[in-house]
């Protein structure tokens, strides 16, 4: 699960000077609002693996407080974009560059809010050798499987109680996301920054990207639209009600909520904890596959 949920906002580092990562020709700079289309472009050479920061900056921009962090390109000699990272509360990298993973760790040290880092298993583990420089160590790493979904899908019972969420569902949507946060990463939103945490979890709803069924005042299944481009829709919160585990309302709701959302992009995507078979088992069910491995590093902060 990306955890997008549980964190402190980010003051935004466009502010900050250009940095350059010692003994390359490479230098990490804060990227501005007219160099999204080259942004874009490069990100869509691995559209599976960029959906979260490609989402965020069709949603927002590329300098936007709603980023909760700052984006950073990092360019050869000849200014030709060598890699591109959201560095802030979540930290997300795309290169394949060492030098460039040198450079954007570098920034990242000077960012104090960063809660998560999260990517694939080898690039994350590669980027925090230079973030951590043996002197630093985190709170938690959660070693987790990116699944995906593509034509063909199969066809299941029909789901006729799932439905977009609407702002009278909010309390229920947070203590439910809530709790998931918490499970995950150990510190809990709405304790935290409840505020903050209410105004994303009513933005997510107003932008339509919140699925519920809800059967007289009980919550049964719950999922969220964390990023969406042409290609790709990353998908997280996936819930179903303990009670109701085992009757089949998370295969039919998930299932249905494929098939729409295949209808506006290429693949759907998420993420689900290796330690958690039952949770695997019930994706592969869903039809839903084994892309690759991904490390998510939570970090000590103050709160």
Known sequence: MFPSSAMMKV?????????????????????GNEHKEEVLQFLSA?????????????????????????????????????????????????TESEEALAAFARVARECSRTHVMMGEQEKIERFWSHYAEGRRAPRLICRELLME???????????????????????????????????????????????????????????????????????????????????????????????????????RCLSQLSRDLLNRAKAVTLLVNEKAPEAIAFYRRAGYRLCSSYDTIFLHTEH
């Open 11 to 31: 003051n935004t580092a466009a502010a900050l000077p250009p940095h350059e990562a010692l003994g390359s020709a490479l230098t990490a700079q804060a990227l």
């Open 46 to 94: 691995r559209p599976v693996h960029t959906v979260v920061m490609a989402g965020f900056i069709r949603d927002n921009g590329l300098v936007s407080p709603l980023n909760r962090g700052s984006f950073y390109g990092c360019r050869n000699e000849e200014g030709q974009l060598k890699g591109v990272a959201l560095i802030g509360h979540a930290t997300l990298i795309e």
């Open 149 to 251: 979904q593509r034509w063909p899908v199969e066809v299941r019972e029909a789901a006729p109680g799932l439905r977009l969420a609407t702002p009278d569902d909010l309390h229920q949507v947070m203590v439910v996301q809530g709790q998931m946060a918490f499970e995950e990463s150990g510190v809990n939103p709405m304790e935290t920054d409840p505020e903050g945490f209410r105004r994303r979890c009513l933005r997510r709803i107003e932008q339509g990207r919140v699925w519920v069924w809800v059967e007289g005042d009980r919550l049964i299944f719950k999922a969220d639209i964390i990023s969406e481009t042409p290609d790709v829709i990353y998908v997280e919160g996936v819930w179903v009600a303990p009670e109701e585990r085992g009757q089949g309302y998370g295969l």
